[in-house]
């Protein structure tokens, strides 16, 4: 027998075989940078993209008559409902808009339903982003971010930026560890310049909230970027009980709730503690499968606020308290003809 030679594959076989691993790859390459590009702002060629969220007019259905315990702060703020509705009236003049509001308070003070009140009466867009969403671990990603939120606001003017937790990127500079290069510190210059550089944002108002104003660079408060700090503090007691009255709103109350004797027995609650505390009272109730959400019925109703604690005891419907235990040491305050006030 004659052993016939192996027969020799064809010039285009060869080059096929040699090449279809390298256009494999570049095939797989092109597919995963055209998903990058075209996957809704989540690929990694989105990295300088802003990420606020922007809220149409229609959108905004909060108005000040859901913001209740801060009178001073709703006043000052009720301006730039003004201006943005009527800037002409106020350019005619030689005025300008603000272009920043900082709104310091402690936390669940209300700041963010008051910047969103701000947009839903002036019936214009509202963009809102927290202040960490700026800065990533790549240099110039927070850079490209503000620049792309300003664009977007430009087209949508006039309109409100919300910045949430302006602390996260509005530190003073020099106190990196990257010195004056790293990239939260480049974010706040190119902040800066937004808000106030060569090129105007007319019809831009950026309203940002912080509990840390002591912490922020001088550059970022001055008049020109934040041309106004509102003070949105603790509510007293008679803000307590409008806070109580918007909350009580959304629950089926029974005829003995009385705002006002849960408003003085919660003294240092903000608005969350408070909307906090009507929402655990209506679970309550609906464990006990209850009806309506009563001040006595329940045996017990408490909320815990820094070292604070807030209870309404009821029996059998006559021993009507408000127990509230203070940083200072326990209270009790009793309802009007329930007993006169013990301190411990």
């Known amino acids: 027998m004659v052993g016939e030679p192996p027969e020799e594959p064809s010039l285009l076989a060869s080059i096929f075989i040699s090449w279809f691993p390298m256009l494999l ?4 390459w092109i597919f995963f940078m055209r998903q990058m590009q075209g996957g809704g702002g989540k690929g990694a060629m989105s990295f ?3 990420k606020a969220r922007m809220l149409t007019e229609d959108q905004i259905k909060t108005t000040f008559a859901d913001v209740a315990g801060c009178d001073e702060a709703k006043e000052e703020v ?8 009527e800037p002409s009236r106020f350019q005619k ?3 300008k808009i603000p272009k920043g509001v900082l709104m310091v308070g402690p936390p669940g003070t209300g700041k963010t339903l008051l ?14 982003i927290s202040g960490s969403d700026f800065v990533e671990m790549f240099v110039g990603v927070g850079a490209s971010r503000v620049r792309d939120m300003f664009e977007q606001a430009k087209k949508a003017a006039p309109c409100i930026i919300f910045i949430d937790e302006i602390d996260a990127v509005g530190r003073q500079r020099g106190a990196g560890l990257g010195g004056g290069h790293d990239e939260r510190e480049q974010t706040l210059n190119q902040m800066l310049v937004e808000m106030d550089g060569f090129e105007g944002n007319e019809g831009i108002i950026v309203i940002a909230a912080t509990n840390r104003p002591d912490v922020l660079d001088p550059a970022l408060l001055r008049p020109g970027r934040f041309d106004r700090q509102v003070v949105v503090g603790l509510p007293d007691v008679r803000g307590r009980e409008q806070i109580l009255k918007v909350h009580m709103r959304r629950v089926p109350l029974a ?6 004797i849960i408003a003085r027995g919660t003294p240092g609650f903000s608005g969350a503690d408070l909307a906090n505390l009507v929402n655990e009272a209506a679970l309550f109730a609906a464990r006990g499968n209850k009806r309506v959400v009563s ?9 815990n606020h820094d070292g604070c604690g807030t209870s309404l005891h009821g029996d059998d419907g006559s021993a009507k308290r408000v127990h509230s235990i203070p940083r200072s040491g326990p209270r009790d305050y009793r309802s009007p003809g329930a007993g006169t006030r013990s301190g411990a």
């Not at 009720?78 to 509705?85: D, M």
């Not at 001040?295 to 909320?303: A, F, G, L, P």
Request: aromatic letters at 8%; a positive charge.
């Open 93 to 95: 003049l030689g005025g």
């Open 78 to 85: 009720g301006e730039l409902v003004e201006y943005l509705r």
């Open 115 to 128: 910047a969103k009140a701000i947009a839903g009466e002036a019936k214009v867009p509202f963009f809102t």
């Open 48 to 50: 300088g993209k802003s």
């Open 25 to 28: 790859l570049i095939g797989v």
């Open 295 to 303: 001040m006595w019925n329940s045996k017990k109703r408490k909320t």
């Open 255 to 260: 005829p003995d709730i009385d705002a006002a």
